[in-house]
Structures are given as structure tokens and as C-alpha cells.
């Protein structure tokens, strides 16, 4: 084995317990979502990731099917949660991308959300 393979990880489960980012995580899952129609749906997917302990700024666009989850330094939601948050919600997710751009930036990029 490649002796600094055990290195890396104890330096990666050491930043993760302090809080610090962690290399390789995508800050933000950027996510096309059929079936936003309303000010209550963004409100509603809004709340569903405010739950989530790894989510902070949440940014939905209806006007561009967006949805965007801004994670917390080194954290992490698995695309099959994102996913399932937005199935039960009724919606349907088309695709879901890690993206290293910000919600703040996202956000002026579509005109500000709904």
C-alpha cells in the first residue's frame, strides 16, 4: 500500500472533526427539477433542506427549474437524499451536478430566484 495513503486519511478525518473544508467536495448541488410552479413550492423544497444538517443556502429558481443546496464546509448530501427530498416533495429531478460555484453567485446569475 502507498505509505501515504494512511497519511492523507488521518489528515482528512482530522480537518472533517475541526470543521475544516475538505478537498474534492463540490460546495454546491445544482439540480433541474420538472414541476416547480409556485412561490409554496420553493418555500416547501426550502424547508425539506433546511432538515438537512449539511445543507445551508438553498436557492430555487421556477423560471429556471432550479434548485441549488450550498453545502457546509466538508459536508456532504448524497445526490440519493437530494433526490428523495424532491421525489416525495412530487417533484421530478432530471439531473443533479456538484458544482464549485456558490449559491450567492447562482443566485445572480438567474435574477435572484423565487
Known amino acids: 500500500m502507498n505509505?501515504?495513503?494512511?497519511?492523507?486519511l488521518a489528515a482528512m478525518a482530522l480537518a472533517m472533526a475541526l470543521g475544516l473544508p475538505q478537498?474534492?467536495?463540490a460546495k454546491t448541488l445544482k439540480m433541474e427539477v420538472n414541476g416547480l410552479v409556485c412561490s409554496f413550492c420553493a418555500h416547501g423544497i426550502q424547508?425539506?433542506?433546511a432538515k438537512e444538517p449539511a445543507a445551508?443556502?438553498?436557492?430555487?429558481s421556477l423560471e429556471n427549474r432550479l434548485v441549488a443546496v450550498?453545502?457546509?464546509?466538508?459536508?456532504d448530501i448524497a445526490d440519493a437524499t437530494a433526490k428523495k427530498l424532491l421525489t416525495?416533495?412530487?417533484?421530478?429531478v432530471v439531473s443533479i451536478r456538484?458544482?464549485?460555484?456558490?449559491?450567492?453567485?447562482?443566485r445572480a446569475e438567474v435574477g435572484g430566484g423565487d
Open 3 to 8: 505509505p501515504m495513503i494512511p497519511r492523507t
Open 23 to 25: 478537498p474534492g467536495f
Open 47 to 49: 424547508s425539506a433542506f
Open 56 to 60: 445551508g443556502e438553498v436557492l430555487v
Open 70 to 75: 450550498e453545502l457546509k464546509d466538508g459536508q
Open 88 to 92: 416525495e416533495a412530487g417533484y421530478t
Open 98 to 106: 456538484r458544482v464549485d460555484t456558490p449559491v450567492a453567485t447562482l
